[in-house]
């Protein structure tokens, strides 16, 4: 199970929200590029990271930041957050991201999704960010109609390769992962599932592992140093 270290980006800052809410705001560091430097020494394989500024207003707004942090590893970065157009995806890409991530944009225009699919194949992953089941968008401000299994499920007919499930109301708490959700979507496709939200030690990633994921997306932990990323590659490893 790949274990993969979150850098959410907001002004310029690696910061972590609680619960989805900007108004909950920790700044863990003023330089993203030297965290990405930092898990990429301790181990890591792979770097998720998030425009918080472009998730809320739509579009791309911590290019600079996120170009830095791409270019500062040898690792492969995946990056979301106000992925709602072509060109914006483009950018990105451009940049030399490994994999593109669409939350919105899988909501609100699946066509993106093929057509994302279709220019880049194997670079799109969606984003499923629920709470209570059902589907939040535009920085998980808004609540859609949409239950986050079926989303699940369509969005891999549009040619997602993969899914990243995560609570809202599990996300920053360090209390623990849902798993009976997120093993519904590992069961509801036929991609891998990345899990995300709650992680707060060793034990959550290996009752994850447990469920089927591909890889668990650790942010608040890592930060705060409940979970030592050499711990967590050291389960991934051995279980692995």
Known sequence: MLIIPAIDVKDGRCVRLYQGDYQKVTVFSDRPLEVARRWEREGARLLHVVDLDGAYHGAPRNLRAIG?????????????GGLRSLDAIGAILGLGAARVVLGTAAVEDRTLVSDVGVRWPGKVAVAIDAKDGT???????????????TLAQDVVLHGATRVIYTDIERDG??????????AEIVAAVPVPVIASGGVADVEHLRRLQAVGVEGAIVGRALYTGAIHLSDALALSDQEG
């Open 68 to 80: 830095e942090i791409i270019h500062a590893v040898d690792i492969p970065v995946q990056v979301g």
């Open 135 to 149: 589907v939040m968008t535009r920085g998980w401000q808004h609540q859609s109609e949409v239950k986050a299994k």
């Open 173 to 182: 708490t360090l209390t623990e992962p849902n798993y009976t959700a997120t």
